[in-house]
């Protein structure tokens, strides 16, 4: 059964840096495209980055562009988040999610059939 299990959340001061991780088994996660996306209190889920299956391709959102970078590494079947400059509006559960793999990575909700159970992450001022 494929599963992702995020880590690395807490609490961090704003301008402040965090890097979360993901660990999948039970997925081809050699081929498959990796992505973050997160979700704050009372608002829908929100694309945050995304990398092809050989790392080579990646995609952020706007609002973390510049700021967070996603990278992989396949012999340990992880995905890693690096966030860095954090505001108060990087407050959000964040989620890791696999896709089917692609010369670019998708940024769609719909095309992740698997997804983590979210790590809190909290920037206070």
């Known amino acids: 059964q494929a599963q992702l299990v995020e880590s690395g959340g807490g609490v961090v001061q704003v301008g402040g840096s965090l890097r979360l991780s993901c660990a999948a088994s039970g997925l081809d996660f050699n081929s498959a495209g990796m992505a973050w996306f997160r979700q704050a209190s009372g608002k829908e889920r929100e694309f945050v980055a995304a990398l092809t299956w050989n790392g080579v391709t990646a995609e952020y959102g706007d609002s973390v562009a510049g700021r967070f970078t996603i990278t992989r590494y396949n012999p340990k079947n992880a995905v890693y988040l690096q966030m860095n400059n954090l505001t108060a509006e990087d407050t959000a559960v964040y989620y890791c999610?696999?896709?089917?793999?692609?010369?670019?990575?998708?940024?769609?909700?719909?095309?992740?059939?698997?997804w983590g159970q979210g790590t809190q992450v909290t920037v206070s001022s």
């Open positions: 999610a696999a896709s089917p793999t692609s010369f670019r990575p998708f940024i769609r909700r719909t095309a992740f059939y698997v």
